[in-house]
């Protein structure tokens, strides 16, 4: 098998497990500023929906396979974005100043914080919470799909990760199991389409 030539269909439910654990776990860490509009569910339902329609993509094959996937995994997000811009950048602004409150702030949670997230709306939050959702499960999905490497499964989650923990905003422990149990399973992916291979020379 080539280098980037997409895993068999095969175990088609354990390669949508994984990029859902690597899509929700590196996307949930914003739920530590998006709560109470942007909770873990919201998140999670969102994660699970792109992480089956993304992987369903790349595992498809005939005449129309590429263009398929060049649609869902680049044009969708930008699409998605340009609707929703005016919202997005509502989104962004209240990030980042919730993000710069609780970067400074060492004690308890300001209740000031949560005030700001609800301000702005539960559009303008959820939008970007979907937006970073249908980047991080693109990345996901061709780690495991495509280019399964611990490297790469590390490059998707541990940005948004050191940025939270440098910052002293500590993620749930579901974001940070999800993201280690990513990691793993992408390598144990990774040995088993090697084998796959290497059984398939010898026939």
């Known amino acids: 098998m080539k280098k980037g030539q997409l895993i068999h269909t095969d175990n088609l439910i354990l390669r949508i497990i994984v990029t859902f654990l690597g899509t929700f776990g590196a996307a949930s860490i914003i739920e530590t500023i998006t709560y109470p509009l942007a909770d873990m569910g919201f998140i999670g339902l969102v994660s699970l929906i792109f992480s089956v329609v993304y992987t369903f993509m790349l595992s498809c094959y005939g005449k129309n396979a590429r263009l398929i996937r060049i649609m869902g995994m680049a044009v969708l997000p930008v699409v ?25 702030f060492t004690g308890p949670v300001d209740s000031s914080n949560v005030l700001t997230v ?22 996901a999905a061709l780690e495991v799909n495509v280019f399964p490497n611990m490297l790469v499964s590390l490059a998707i989650t541990m940005p948004l990760l050191s940025v939270f923990i440098a910052a002293v905003i500590i993620p749930d422990i579901i974001s940070i199991i999800f993201c280690v149990l990513f990691i793993f399973d992408s390598m144990a992916l990774r040995n088993k389409k090697i084998k796959t291979n290497q059984s398939a020379k010898r026939l």
Request: proline share 0%.
């Open 118 to 139: 609800e301000s702005a709306g539960a559009a303008s939050v959820r939008c970007v919470c979907v937006v970073v959702v249908m980047i991080i499960a693109v990345l």
């Open 80 to 104: 998605y974005l340009v609707i929703n811009i005016g919202s997005f950048i509502n989104g962004i602004t209240t990030f980042i100043n919730v993000f710069i409150s609780r970067a400074s």
